[in-house]
């Protein structure tokens, strides 16, 4: 393995990473306000600081890269991962989880931004947006794999945090892989495009990645607990969240060879539209027999979304730097932070069929946004041209 594949490997894993604790918040929210004795919703809420976490993480990102080496960035950051979730299953009051899950949060934010930062430096842009894509992959894999442990934890009783001592592992593993080897410079990169002024396409997919994430977790955390609201049982509910994810993976197998040929402009328009069609039938159809295949059908739509509107918004600039990679992943940890808190809200004045319906308007207004930044970008190239 050369060093490439290290920095590759490790950026993938960190993907996983950050996958793997959202994953399962849907599946472990109800055990774990059993063991802590505090509501479901209060359980749900306290992943906020998780989440809150990643989007604090992201903020200090767009400078960080600016002031220390994108390798010391990676070890410190997984290193401080391994300590918290290690302290997630030790622990049993809610204070100490909720602060290690901040700092996991923290850390999960800064090490997306290098991972996605060391892609971007590290291959060429024609194969940028496959590579990014890929570590996509990467996420999806880990939502099967975290989902499915979970449901398994749950229906035998293991306890609530089972998946998150796994994932101590795989944050020992990215430590090993960085300390291993050599990262490129993100510091000559941003010293060039931040010369620059971005276009109101940029702007548009830093909005449209806050309102995918937003919907798309306020749609996969509720989802599972409205199936158990309507009689169905705990596993088999958190199984349809486990095909979300397997439909995604299938695309983003297909996506990492499909962006090559028909380029990130048309592969982020085809996305935007299935992500907001195949979420529709997660709350209009109440037959559970159906639901597995059409979270499948849904995953499957997304194509990899927030990979294929990154690369799309990197080619907005002439030389991609760690700030503007920052900047796309802050607007969507934006959305995942502020999903638990919002989330928790409307279902608290509502019912989790208003959640689910509220995700899909955030695709809608999604799609409208980067249908804005695809003409923009389109009428640009006409001028060069």
């Known amino acids: 393995m050369n060093n490439r594949h290290r920095i590759t490997l490790a950026a993938f894993l960190a993907y996983f990473l950050m996958s793997g604790m959202l994953a399962p918040i849907g599946i472990i929210s109800a055990p774990m306000a059993a063991a802590l004795e505090i509501p479901v919703t209060t359980a749900t809420a306290s992943f906020s600081w998780l989440t809150i976490g990643i989007l604090i993480g ?11 080496p994108l390798r010391a960035v990676v070890i410190a950051v997984s290193g401080a991962c391994v300590l918290a979730l290690i302290s997630i299953r030790l622990r049993s009051d809610a204070m100490t989880i909720r602060l290690a899950l901040g700092v996991i949060g923290i850390a999960c934010g800064i090490g997306l931004a290098a991972a996605a ?19 996509d992959g990467a996420f999806s894999v880990a939502g099967i794999a975290c989902a499915a442990l979970a449901g398994y934890a749950v229906s035998h009783a293991w306890h609530w945090a089972t998946t998150y001592v796994v994932l101590a592992g795989v944050a020992a ?32 997919c830093v909005v449209a990645l806050f309102l995918y994430t937003l919907g798309q977790y306020a749609m996969l955390w509720w989802l599972p607990n ?31 060879w499909w ?24 709350w209009a159809v109440s037959n559970y027999a159906w639901l597995p295949w059409l979270a499948a059908v849904w995953g499957f739509a997304n194509f990899g979304l927030l990979k294929v509107v990154l690369s799309f918004a990197t080619q907005q600039v002439t030389t991609p730097s760690s700030r503007l990679v920052s900047l796309m992943l802050l607007g969507a940890t934006s959305g995942t932070a502020i999903s638990p808190w919002l989330s928790s809200q409307i279902v608290a004045v509502s019912d989790t069929m208003t959640v689910l319906r509220f995700a899909s308007a955030c695709y809608l207004i999604m799609g409208l946004l980067l249908v804005v930044a695809s003409g923009q970008d389109r009428v640009e190239r006409m001028g060069h041209e």
Request: aromatic share 8%; hydrophobic share 60%.
């Open 173 to 204: 593993l990215i430590v090993a892989l960085a300390v291993s080897s050599r990262y490129p410079s993100a510091v000559s990169a941003d010293n060039q495009t931040n010369k620059a002024v971005w276009s109101a396409a940029v702007w548009c």
């Open 226 to 256: 409205h199936l158990v609201a309507q009689g169905v049982a705990a596993g088999d509910a958190g199984s349809v969240v486990g095909r979300f994810w397997s439909g995604m993976f299938a695309a983003q197998i297909l996506v990492a």
């Open 259 to 282: 962006v090559l040929r028909t380029g990130a402009r048309r592969m982020t328009l085809l996305a935007a539209a299935g992500a907001l069609i195949g979420s529709v039938p997660m």
């Open 58 to 68: 992201a903020i200090i990102a767009l400078f960080l890269f600016d002031l220390a």
């Open 117 to 135: 930062s060391a892609i971007s430096l590290c291959y060429a842009p024609r194969e940028r947006a496959s590579m990014l894509v890929v570590t």
